[in-house]
Nanobody
Framework: QVPLVESGGGLVLVGESLRLSCTIS????????MAWHRQAPGKQRDLVAK???????KYADSVKGRFTISRDSAGNTAYLRMDSLRLDDTAVYFC?????????WGQGTQVTVSS
């Protein structure tokens, strides 16, 4: 099992920013993409943003223009910069590293946006 180490969650006010980090602690052969998903209480887990090994990105419509996914040069860490946070961004955010045979998932980090 290759752990994904997530960090950066917390409690912020509406309009503020946070940056989440997800680091692959080990080696994943055939890594395809890294992604962030989120799950609010009572709701399904939804894709927030993803970035593949070529640097191509994809965003959920609800976060376009506010969130930015990026990765370090080694490709082992993915970041999610979240600006202009809203109350409905409150959720547990999960990191995913997808490779040829499946995906690894992080434990999740709580993001709470308060008014």
């Amino acid at each position: 099992q290759v752990p994904l180490v997530e960090s950066g969650g917390g409690l912020v006010l509406v309009g503020e920013s946070l940056r989440l980090s997800c680091t692959i602690s080990g080696t994943i052969f055939g890594l395809d993409y890294m992604a962030w998903h989120r799950q609010a209480p009572g709701k399904q887990r939804d894709l927030v943003a993803k970035i593949n090994t070529f640097g191509d990105t994809k965003y959920a419509d609800s976060v376009k223009g506010r969130f930015t996914i990026s990765r370090d040069s080694a490709g082992n860490t993915a970041y999610l910069r979240m600006d202009s946070l809203r109350l409905d961004d409150t959720a547990v955010y999960f990191c995913e590293a997808s490779y040829y045979y499946g995906s690894y998932w992080g434990q999740g980090t709580q993001v709470t946006v308060s008014s």
